[in-house]
């Protein structure tokens, strides 16, 4: 079961929320495709940013999206010049007067499994090999105060004829513990001899507030 459910819509509501946060009754289904419209222009253009989670805020008529990048640099440009035209692209595309978009960086990219996904699948797209590949990007999650680490690549993995899957387990990864703070990212490497696909889990211990509520009941506060 644990590789079957998603790790992070299995703990939504425990210590996650939602990453589009609005209502609406008659007008879901233009909100659900413009979030779609929304999330989709962004991966293509800022393709480089290192984009780690898009979040989507609506009041009314005004839309807010929150940019997780681990190069913000990138998503703001000289003088905030390329925030300013995405502003624009994204309003003429969703067909709305304004769109209000703010960056937050990714403080610690090695503890962020999407990142990690992204940057073992740009490796093996650059055919470096997929063992050394994961093995260090599971080392450096661990140097990061990760308490576990899994990693599958399957695919035509170095060439190979025949298709496969690869694993890589350090540390622990316990994704039925609803207190543990797993996160979870899956990347694609376009390769030519095919697609290669890449699954990655950081276990980054209790969540603090489920541990503190924990700790208190232990008390007796």
């Excluded at 790790?7 to 233009?30: C, E, M, N, T, V």
């Excluded at 990138?74 to 502003?87: A, C, F, N, P």
């Excluded at 090999?129 to 695919?155: D, E, F, P, W």
Aim: proline fraction near 3%; include cysteine; charged fraction near 30%.
């Amino acid at each position: 079961m644990g590789q079957k459910v998603n790790p992070i819509s299995f703990r939504l509501g425990i210590y996650r929320g939602w990453d589009a946060r609005w209502f609406a009754k008659r007008s879901y289904g233009d909100c659900a495709l413009q979030d779609v419209i929304i999330r989709r222009f962004l991966e293509e253009n800022l393709d480089k940013a290192e984009i780690s989670r898009i979040e989507v805020e609506r009041a009314g008529e005004s839309v807010k999206v929150i940019i997780h990048s681990g190069r913000p640099g990138m998503v703001i440009g000289k003088k905030g010049q390329e925030i300013d035209s995405l502003r624009k692209q994204l309003a003429s595309a969703l067909r709305v007067p304004s769109v209000e978009i703010s960056v937050q960086e990714v403080r610690q990219p090695e503890l962020d499994a999407l990142l990690v996904a992204k940057n073992i699948a740009d490796q093996i797209e650059r055919r470096a090999s997929y063992k050394k590949a994961m093995k260090r990007a599971a080392m450096t999650a661990l140097k990061g105060s990760a308490r576990g680490v899994k990693i599958c690549c399957s695919g035509r993995l170095a060439g190979a004829e025949i298709a496969r899957i690869e694993w890589l387990r350090m540390g622990s990864t316990p994704l039925h513990t609803l207190r543990s703070d797993i996160d979870y990212g899956f990347a694609i490497a376009y390769t030519k001899y095919g697609v290669i696909g890449v699954k990655v889990w950081i276990c980054k211990g209790e969540f603090p507030l489920i541990r503190q509520q924990r700790e208190q009941r232990e008390r007796g506060v």
